[in-house]
């Protein structure tokens, strides 16, 4: 064989191992993610056993921050700071968080 031939064979023959690695990897890949899937379901946390859902929390915990601003606000209006007119409309917005809160705690 030529000196081309011999070079065009070894890039073929490692163009073609590097399809069959990336092919391995994203198989790989695709079995983790699966597995992980699955693990992530029914995930225990704690000792008590509790299973907990990450998006209740998360909007738990926004209801906490914004009603914690809230108080803050309030804090403020009593020392007799003038507050701007998107600070009053967060104040009348108590109630409803109080409610959201219930109902995502229950």
Known sequence: M??????NKKRKEAAKNKTKTEKDKEDALA??????????????????????????????????????????????LAEGKALEKNQLDSLTKEAGLLD????LTI
């Open 2 to 7: 030529s000196k081309s031939a011999l070079k």
């Open 31 to 76: 079995a983790a993610a699966t597995m992980n899937q699955n693990n992530q379901k029914n995930k225990y946390q704690g000792a008590a056993g509790l299973l907990v859902d990450p998006d209740k929390e998360k909007k738990i915990r926004k209801v906490n921050d914004k009603l914690a601003k809230i108080d803050k606000l309030k804090a403020q």
């Open 100 to 103: 959201e809160l219930k109902a």
